[in-house]
Nanobody, 120 residues
Framework: QVHVVESGGGLVQAGGSLRLSCAVSGSIFSVDAMGWYRQAPGKQRELVAMITNGGSTNYADSVKGRFTISRDNAKNTVYLQMNSLKPEDTAVYYC??????????????WGQGTQVTVSS
């Protein structure tokens, strides 16, 4: 069984910063790509940022230059540093991890989500 647990959301004023964390634990052989998605009310879930186990990153255009994704492979943890936050960044942020429980398996797991609210 694999567990994905996020932390770090909250309420912040526009222009402020937050750091999200996501730890993966359980029956793990290895963790491949990890990423952050978000879903605002009435909108579809969208990719915010993704990082491979080799450190390659990909960002949504709306967050480039403001958000930074990083990971600690020894801790199976991914981080999202969010700076210069805007009200339109308000959403529930979800962590996604692609986990191999064995060498031959690869499954995607989601966290429960953490609320980020940016006030104007």
């Amino acid at each position: 069984q694999v567990h994905v647990v996020e932390s770090g959301g909250g309420l912040v004023q526009a222009g402020g910063s937050l750091r999200l964390s996501c730890a993966v634990s359980g029956s793990i052989f290895s963790v491949d790509a990890m990423g952050w998605y978000r879903q605002a009310p009435g909108k579809q879930r969208e990719l915010v940022a993704m990082i491979t186990n080799g450190g390659s990153t990909n960002y949504a255009d709306s967050v480039k230059g403001r958000f930074t994704i990083s990971r600690d492979n020894a801790k199976n943890t991914v981080y999202l540093q969010m700076n210069s936050l805007k009200p339109e960044d308000t959403a529930v942020y979800y962590c996604n991890a692609r986990v191999r429980s064995t060498y031959y398996s690869l499954d995607a797991y989601w966290g429960q989500g953490t609320q980020v609210t940016v006030s104007s």
